[in-house]
């Protein structure tokens, strides 16, 4: 799995969304929310992520959109150490639910403890 995030990868549907909040399930390490379904995608893809940041926490769009860069940025890079035994394939959504301005590093750490929490999950 190569350290890119192409448009392939990346959650747009709509319908998908929808079904990821309604049927999925979720793993939190504050400020981190991780909610996954299990689904089948046409094309050979482990993930299809997506990543959200609260309005109501960070009025001004700049804010929200730094959050989310660093999200998409973090998982991007660490994402082949994430998803080295997974064979199934899964709908993510990672959601940025606390009320401070993060840095790298700390979403970076929160980030693995996350997905060491989703592993462990999904594993049982």
Do not use: W
Request: glycine share 2%; hydrophobic share 35%; aromatic share 12%.
């Amino acid at each position: 799995m190569s350290e890119s995030y192409p448009k392939k990868e990346k959650l747009k549907s709509k319908k998908l969304i929808e079904q990821l909040f309604s049927e999925g399930q979720s793993v939190s390490v504050f400020p981190l929310r991780l909610v996954y379904f299990k689904t089948v995608f046409d094309d050979n893809i482990i993930a299809k992520t997506g990543v959200s940041v609260s309005k109501r926490n960070f009025k001004t769009a700049v804010d929200r959109n730094r959050i989310k860069r660093l999200l998409r940025e973090v998982y991007r890079l660490n994402k082949t150490m994430y998803f080295n035994n997974i064979t199934t394939q899964y709908a993510f959504m990672i959601l940025y639910i606390g009320k401070d301005k993060p840095t790298i590093t700390q979403i970076e750490s929160k980030m693995k403890h996350l997905f060491e929490k989703f592993s462990s999950k999904v594993s049982e």
